[in-house]
Nanobody, 125 residues
Framework: EVRLVESGGGLVQAGGSLRLSCATS????????IAWFRQAPGKEREGVSC??????AYPDSMKGRFAISSDNAKSMVYPQMNQLQPEDTAVYYC????????????????????WGQGTQVTVFS
């Protein structure tokens, strides 16, 4: 059974940082692409970061503040979020793509066929 479990969300003051975690199991971790998406109330789900085969990808709007890393031995993915602002408030999800592609992942959400339950991040000013 494919499983993804997010953790690390919470309250953070504007300008602060947060590191989330995604624990995965049930699939060949190194073959998949693992991405993070977020969804704020009333908004569409958007891509945040993606990692596959050691390479990373970010939408232009996320470059510079967000980073992603993985621990293949533990099948874990860690998004690091810096200089957080209230507009970053959202539920953050990790998702897995069996095709292993991160290119333009924000526009290819349909390829991510396994999702975690999400973790809430709230940034206050």
């Amino acid at each position: 059974e494919v499983r993804l479990v997010e953790s690390g969300g919470g309250l953070v003051q504007a300008g602060g940082s947060l590191r989330l975690s995604c624990a995965t199991s049930g699939f060949d971790f190194e073959r998949y692409a693992i991405a993070w998406f977020r969804q704020a109330p009333g908004k569409e789900r958007e891509g945040v970061s993606c990692i596959t085969h050691g390479t990373t990808a970010y939408p232009d709007s996320m470059k510079g503040r967000f980073a992603i890393s993985s621990d293949n031995a533990k099948s874990m993915v860690y998004p690091q979020m810096n200089q957080l602002q209230p507009e970053d408030t959202a539920v953050y999800y990790c998702a897995a793509d069996p095709w292993g592609h991160c290119s333009d992942f924000g526009y290819k959400i349909r390829y991510f066929d396994a999702w975690g339950q999400g973790t809430q991040v709230t940034v206050f000013s």
